[in-house]
């Protein structure tokens, strides 16, 4: 009598293969870590196998695993589309994206008018927050694709541009030329450390003026002249101008913007988004001017994007 391979389960195989472990592949699939692993133990049971092998806290798979996977992988693009063929529907499950506060605008919704020009019917659930926080949550299985600025990406990650960090403040403003020179950074902020270090090598005195966990705030507070802070060249909030002082301001070097994909959410659609992405953040970013934000709200609306700001 014929047996069947059972697809979630083999789903939950390819998940686990590409994202290195059960907890991140768990939330890919929005399933309990004890449920993906009872499916891997099910194949293995039933076909008399080993799948994986641990290695440096990381599941990698065996010469059968590699094998089983190669048919899964063809044999679930073929449900797949099975699927969308017979139901009239050329839509892909939602892909969940996570971006930095400091460079959402203006870049990603242009990325997102792309994709909803492209695939109409394609989801993209957009969530903006810190890179630490991002990583942290992708390694939990939360996204499908983050981006992340870094001084060098992690495991799993690749540069896709490089931008001069640049100080920024008020059109007009003179809180720069102060001394003690007063800065506004968000508790998780990246450039944070930097600034502070490139000061402190300056012998520049400076002091936190503004802090906290509100990106809004900080905008608001720099933009009125209370306080300079950083960001990269091209990706500027509204109201807020690139600051040069003429050397009465310390160089800040570069940062890498990076892109990691979990490598599970396969297909046209994303593959087109990280196209576009490391389009509008290669070194031709430097490009970009800022956009008012009633165009910013407008433009997001259009992409149908479920946005959401904080914690992930």
Not at 26 to 39: C, R
Not at 65 to 78: I, T
Request: with cysteine; aromatic share 6%; glycine share 8%.
């Amino acid at each position: 009598m014929a047996r069947n391979l059972d697809l979630t389960a083999l789903r939950a195989l390819v998940a686990v293969a590409d994202a290195g472990g059960v907890t991140r592949a768990a939330g890919l699939l929005n399933l309990t870590q004890s449920a993906v692993s009872m499916q891997i133990k099910r194949l293995e049971e039933g076909l008399g196998q080993t799948f994986f092998t641990r290695a440096q806290r990381k599941l990698t798979l065996t010469q059968e695993g590699e094998l089983l996977a190669q048919y899964a992988r063809k044999m679930l693009v073929l449900n797949d589309e099975a699927l969308a063929r017979l139901t009239g529907s050329d839509c892909r499950p939602e892909i969940r994206l996570g971006v930095p506060y400091d460079i959402v605008y203006p870049a990603i919704p242009r990325v997102l008018q792309q994709i909803a020009a492209i695939y109409p019917c394609a989801r993209v659930n957009l969530v903006s927050s810190f890179t630490a926080m991002l990583k942290e949550g992708f390694e939990k299985g939360e996204f499908d694709l983050i981006v992340t600025t870094e001084e060098a990406p992690g495991e799993g990650g690749s540069v896709i541009g490089n931008l001069p960090l640049v100080w920024v403040g008020a059109p007009g403003g003179v809180a720069w030329h102060q001394r003690p020179l007063r800065l506004g950074f968000e508790e998780s902020c990246r450039f944070r450390p930097i600034a502070i270090a490139a000061l402190d090598r300056a012998d520049i005195p400076w002091e936190m003026s503004f802090t906290g966990r509100s990106n809004e705030t900080i905008q608001a507070m720099v933009a009125a002249d209370l306080a300079v802070t950083v960001r990269m060249r091209g990706l500027l909030p509204e109201g807020t101008v690139e600051v040069r002082g003429q050397g009465e301001l310390a160089p800040l070097g570069s940062m890498n913007i990076c892109l990691y994909d979990a490598g599970v959410m396969r297909g046209a659609v994303t593959d087109c988004l990280k196209a576009e992405i490391t389009e509008a953040y290669s070194t031709s970013a430097t490009r970009i001017t800022t956009l008012p934000v009633d165009l910013r709200s407008r433009r997001v609306d259009s992409a149908s994007v479920a946005l959401s700001s904080g914690k992930v």
